[in-house]
């Protein structure tokens, strides 16, 4: 029960505050007078399912592709990278890349396109939110793939696919159709909560709408975020209740979904699928990944590339692809400001830390009925809007007499860390076999020595990469740093986010591209940490 509390209080307390704040009908009535509010919320609704339909279809065609062509480990090996690259670094080079000025219309002028200065398109920030769309689809779904695969790679559950998916080959079925009439059925409602994730992000999004999102009108959330920075609280109010509307969406649309499962309406449709049915199951299939992939892969590397030259980019007019000078000055900066990498590293490491232990333990002593009820409330930080987290966040922090505090921000920034670190570790943590539990006993072994000899030991790989994950997700928080942080505190993110909205090209790169390094690094640490015990045989 103190395990329980612990984590349950403040997401309770949290929940509470926020709605609480949701109970003025001027600010209600104020927001639905507001001229931008009916475009804003078309624009939501738009980018966020667009995007999340989108993810989701391109996950499951990509995860079907790699099981008929066994490419699944060749695809897993790129995903630490992809999920290490924040939301908003990800906004930013996307970007450099698209934008009239960017590197993708440079390599083309003036020889095809005659361009001699950068022409008024409305690549980024455009009035349709297309930009934001593909920035959305880029980075959610590397999140969706590994999620997927945290459920193939699970020994007991892919023995069992492979084997039905075997059978249903003997009975007539290609490959293809095989997975998506066996394999699929199984392993969609097992991302339930990833999808959600998915679409909450996708309808509450604030950093990335900020830099390559529509502007006039905004999005909704980003529309709510400014009102609640506004000083008048009849306004902040009302930035409250545009929360409060997005948390309707996200669960208007969870609901919608849903539905349509239990329909089995699911949008990936086996009956179109684009690979041959010829061979004889996953063991006939030559290995190899789906082309799509490898241009997932190669955007990735461009936008990383576009942030790496961008830091040292100087003097760089239009068409030269590449500038004319170079120079460490914004990296100069960077370390002129090593207090805001210090802060983000301390901030990061603490709460995956903290994270990790409480899921473990959660997962260790809870009965498997409290898990499968409590659940829901441990994954409302996923799911409810960040703009509304925020508010209840800083309403707990005022009432601890935190706000502004490293212990405020430390208790934000967890409380955001925690369910992405049990969704990470769960799959594999309740897949572990439990008769190993039964062969330590039976060798007199008790239950703590079973722990730290055997069952922690083994996964090891696990526990690293969800810490791993844990760490990322910290590094990329921008509203809580802000709301709760009060200001006096700055990372990474929230350098790289402001300084998005000015012209200092080299600037924003340098930040952006350290907010990438620093979760592939932990992703580093942890992929150093997990990997498998080598024995050596010694020979008399």
């Known amino acids: 029960?103190?395990?329980?509390?612990?984590?349950?209080?403040?997401?309770?307390?949290?929940?509470?505050?926020?709605?609480?704040s949701l109970g003025d009908p001027a600010a209600?009535?104020?927001?639905?007078?507001?001229?931008?509010?009916?475009?804003?919320?078309a624009l939501t609704l738009w980018t966020g399912l667009a995007s999340t339909a989108l993810a989701w279809w391109i996950s499951a065609w990509l995860l079907a592709q790699a099981f008929v062509r066994q490419g699944l480990l060749h695809m897993t090996r790129a995903l630490p990278a992809m999920l290490a690259t924040p939301h908003a670094a990800l906004a930013i080079g996307l970007v450099f890349l698209v934008a009239p000025s960017g590197w993708l219309l440079r390599a083309v002028s003036p020889w095809l396109t005659g361009f001699e200065f950068p022409p008024p398109w409305p690549t980024t920030q455009d009035p349709w939110g297309l930009g934001l769309i593909v920035a959305l689809v880029l980075k959610e779904v590397p999140f969706l793939l590994w999620t997927a695969a945290s459920q193939l790679q699970r020994e007991d559950v892919r023995r069992r696919w492979l084997a039905e998916h075997s059978l249903a080959q003997t009975l007539g079925y290609g490959p293809s159709r095989a997975w998506w009439r066996v394999v699929w059925p199984q392993l969609a409602p097992r991302l339930w909560w990833p999808l959600m994730a998915v679409l909450a992000y996708g309808l509450t999004v604030v950093d990335m709408a900020m830099v390559i999102g529509p502007a006039s009108p905004p999005?909704?959330?980003?529309?709510?975020?400014?009102?609640?920075?506004?000083?008048?609280?009849?306004?902040?109010?009302?930035?409250?209740?545009?929360?409060?509307?997005?948390?309707?969406?996200?669960l208007v649309g969870g609901l919608g979904w849903w539905g349509l499962s239990r329909l089995g309406l699911r949008l990936p449709d086996g009956r179109r699928?684009?690979?041959?049915?010829?061979?004889?199951?996953?063991?006939?299939?030559?290995?190899?990944?789906?082309?799509?992939?490898?241009?997932?892969?190669?955007?990735?590397?461009?936008?990383?590339?576009?942030?790496a030259v961008g830091s040292v980019a100087g003097v760089w007019p239009f068409p030269r692809l590449l500038p004319e000078a170079w120079t460490l000055q914004a990296w100069r900066s960077v370390w002129a400001s090593a207090g805001t990498v210090t802060d983000t590293l301390l901030l990061a490491a603490t709460s995956s830390l903290l994270s990790l232990l409480w899921c473990v333990a959660w997962l260790e002593l809870a009965p498997r009925h409290w898990d499968n009820t409590l659940r829901p409330l441990l994954y409302l930080p996923l799911v409810l809007p960040?703009?509304?987290?925020?508010?209840?966040?800083?309403?707990?922090?005022?009432?601890?007499?935190?706000?502004?505090?490293?212990?405020g921000l430390l208790l934000a920034h967890t409380t955001l860390v925690l369910p992405y670190v049990l969704l990470a570790l769960s799959p594999a943590y309740l897949g572990?076999?439990?008769?190993?539990?039964?062969?330590?006993?039976?060798?007199?072994?008790?239950?703590?020595?079973?722990?730290?000899?055997?069952?922690?030991?083994?996964?090891?790989?696990?526990?690293?990469?969800?810490?791993?994950?844990?760490?990322?997700?910290?590094?990329?928080?921008?509203?809580?740093?802000?709301?709760?942080?009060?200001?006096?505190?700055n990372t990474v993110t929230t350098e790289a986010v402001t300084l998005a909205a000015g012209a200092q090209r080299s600037l924003t790169g340098a930040y952006a591209w350290l907010q990438f390094v620093l979760p592939v690094l932990g992703f580093a640490l942890a992929a150093w940490v997990g990997r498998p015990r080598r024995f050596t045989v010694s020979h008399p």
């Not at 104020?30 to 919320?41: D, F, I, M, N």
């Not at 000083?231 to 902040?236: E, G, H, R, S």
């Not at 509304?388 to 935190?402: A, I, P, Q």
């Not at 069952?455 to 790989?461: F, N």
């Open 432 to 489: 572990f076999d439990p008769r190993y539990r039964g062969l330590a006993a039976s060798l007199g072994h008790g239950r703590w020595h079973f722990l730290w000899r055997v069952k922690w030991p083994l996964l090891r790989r696990a526990l690293a990469a969800s810490a791993a994950v844990g760490f990322a997700v910290s590094v990329a928080q921008y509203l809580p740093t802000l709301y709760v942080g009060a200001g006096r505190w």
């Open 386 to 407: 960040g703009v509304l987290w925020v508010v209840g966040l800083y309403g707990l922090v005022l009432r601890l007499h935190w706000e502004g505090q490293w212990t």
């Open 28 to 41: 209600w009535a104020a927001l639905w007078r507001a001229p931008q509010t009916p475009s804003a919320l």
């Open 1 to 20: 029960m103190a395990l329980l509390a612990v984590v349950l209080a403040p997401l309770l307390a949290v929940a509470v505050l926020a709605g609480q």
């Open 219 to 250: 999005t909704l959330a980003v529309l709510a975020w400014q009102w609640l920075q506004d000083a008048d609280l009849a306004v902040n109010a009302q930035g409250a209740a545009a929360g409060g509307l997005l948390a309707l969406l996200v």
């Open 273 to 307: 699928g684009s690979l041959p049915c010829t061979s004889n199951g996953p063991s006939g299939s030559r290995p190899g990944t789906p082309w799509a992939w490898r241009a997932l892969v190669l955007t990735y590397a461009a936008i990383l590339l576009a942030l």
